[in-house]
Each structure stands twice: as C-alpha cells, then as structure tokens.
C-alpha cells in the first residue's frame, strides 16, 4: 500500500511553510519566480497532487471510483465495465471513467484530474503507464487496481491475465490443429503487441517460422481493419492458412472478407479472435476465439477497491485469472 504525500512532506522538501506551498500552486502570482520554482522542484520530487477537492463541505469520503479506459469504442472491455460498475453500485459507490485514447500523455492528463478529485479508487487498464504517471499514482495514495494484463510488480494491486500466454496458447492450439503458415493480425497498441510476441516464441519453440506475415491496425480496432489487414496479408508470397486476430472484430472483417473472395473458413483460412464478443457464437461459421471472464475482472477490481476504501486489507492484491480458448467453426 503506497503512503499518500501532503503538502506538509511538500513544505519539508522545499524549506518552506505549507502555506507558502499552497500559495505557490494556487496562486503563483503571489510569489516569487524562485520560491515557485522550488515548490515545483518538490512537488516533482515526491510526486505530490494537489487535492482539488481541499476546501470543499465534504465531510465524508466521495464514494467516487474511477476508471481509465484506453477506448469507449470497443466493445472488448464493456464486460468488465458493466460488471465493476454493478459491483460498485451495490455497495453505494458511483463509477466515473475516463478515454485515454491509447495515448501515453492523456492518460497522464486524466490521472491528474482525477487524483485531484480524491477519489476512493482508481482502476486502470494495463500495466503500461509513463514514469510520470506511475509516480503519481504512488505518490497519491489512492488505491489503484490494474486490469487486463498481468506483472509481478503492479502500481498497487492487479487482476489481469498473460496477453504473451494467450499469444503462446493460441500458436499452440493452431500447430495441434495442422495449421503451419500462420499470419498475425493485430492492434498497434502494447497489449496486442505481446500477445504477437509470445504467439512468435512459441512459433520458434515449435520449429517453425518466426518472422510471421504481420498486419498493424490502429485501435481501436475494427471491422474495416479486419477486412484490409486479410486483404494485404493475402499478397504473402508463401501464402497463409490461418490467421489470429487481437480482437473479435478484427477476425469478424477477416471473416466477412475470406468469404467475399471466395475463400473457405476453415478449410483453406481458419480464424482466431479474442474477447468472446456477443456475436461471435452467431457467426456462420461461428468464431474460435479467446474468452477473457470480463465480469470477474469487474468484480474482483470493485471489492478490492471498497475493501482499501473501508480500511480492509486485501490478502491476495495480485491475481491471474487466466483464459480460455473457445474452439467453433472458424478454427
């Protein structure tokens, strides 16, 4: 549990009083260049947020938890989204989120909003953050729960699963099936990344070729993406029997463009997505994919968050809870 700084560690750290500090952020004007630009060297130093909510009638704690998402777009985290949000509401707690859009910078942007509101809880998406970022949230105190991959050494504590051990577990489902000419269809964010690089290590463990043909999409990613990635993946002079995708709709464009070209699935293109979306099982053929318990992750991240807030220890603050592979037609 990381110890939250106060304007009175600030003040220590610059040789100052804490009014001066508090003069020095919320009125600059009202001090010199260079006892402000001390302050700013120690609040840099301990990482330290202002509490925007300071000063305010509140007599109680907010009941507020945030969550950071990397898109509100794609329906691979609505799972989660809805299941912590259910979890909260039942215990009185209201859930605020937030976009970051996949971008370092503005996830940095909203976790400072959001760690000057104080919330009860903050519940990030990944494990990926800027040195910036990270050393705020430590810095704050505010209990943060990471979702959706896995470390040894999370912000605070964790419930995810291994993106490189989905990459692995898909390679080898598909090597067991025959396949042998795999291409990678994936997002160009981190976690899609390393689901592709733990696929193309257990692609050399098996013998096989690593340098696999590979098509970036932006995320988030979508059907178009799914139907221009087959597209240039389909020009490999080697040709492709198979393709996994990082996301459901990814290999529902791959689907929809195999069979406007005319090209069997799976007799000559089996497909793999990941996420389990609703439509996957209405598909003709219906979608292998990987199925990630979203509701667990929700529920799981929400009784952590409230077990922190009302002074409970968490006795398990890191847990994997794995994945499955759900084999149908495509695969």
Not at 119 to 148: F, K, Y
């Amino acid at each position: 549990m990381s110890q939250a700084f106060t304007i009175h560690d600030v003040a220590r750290l610059a040789g100052v009083s804490a009014m001066t500090v508090s003069r020095a952020l919320n009125h600059p004007e009202r001090v010199s260049p260079a006892m402000h630009a001390k302050v700013q060297e120690a609040v840099q130093r301990t990482g330290f947020v202002p509490n925007g909510m300071a000063g305010s009638l509140r007599s109680s704690r907010a009941r507020l938890v945030a969550a950071v998402l990397p898109t509100l777009v794609g329906p691979v985290f609505q799972e989660t989204i809805q299941s912590l949000n259910q979890a909260l509401d039942a215990k009185g707690y209201q859930l605020m989120i937030g976009q970051s859009g996949y971008d370092a910078l503005r996830e940095d942007a909203l976790l400072d909003a959001i760690i000057r509101r104080r919330p009860d809880g903050i519940v990030l998406t990944g494990i990926m953050h800027s040195p910036a970022g990270r050393r705020q949230l430590l810095a704050s105190g505010i209990p943060v729960v990471e979702t959706w991959d896995l470390t040894p050494t999370p912000i605070d504590m964790l419930v995810g699963f291994s993106n490189e051990g989905i990459g692995a577990s898909v390679c080898a489902y598909l090597h067991q099936r025959g396949y042998r000419r795999t291409a990678l269809l994936c997002g160009s964010d981190e976690r899609a990344r390393r689901r592709s690089d733990g696929f193309r290590r257990m692609s050399r463990t098996l013998g096989l070729e690593a340098e696999l043909p590979t098509y970036l999409a932006p995320p988030p990613t979508t059907l178009g993406s799914g139907r221009a990635g087959l597209a240039q993946l389909l020009n490999h002079p080697e040709g492709i029997d198979s393709v996994f995708c990082s996301s459901d709709m990814l290999a529902l464009g791959v689907l929809i463009e195999a069979q406007a070209r005319g090209i069997a699935v799976p007799q000559q293109l089996a497909i793999v997505g990941l996420g389990d979306m609703e439509f996957a099982a209405s598909l003709q053929p219906a979608l292998t994919t990987v199925r990630i318990d979203g509701t667990r992750i929700g529920q799981t991240a929400a009784q952590y968050i409230v077990d922190r807030a009302e002074g409970r220890t968490v006795a398990q603050p890191i847990v994997d809870i794995g994945f499955s592979i759900v084999e149908r037609g495509t695969a």
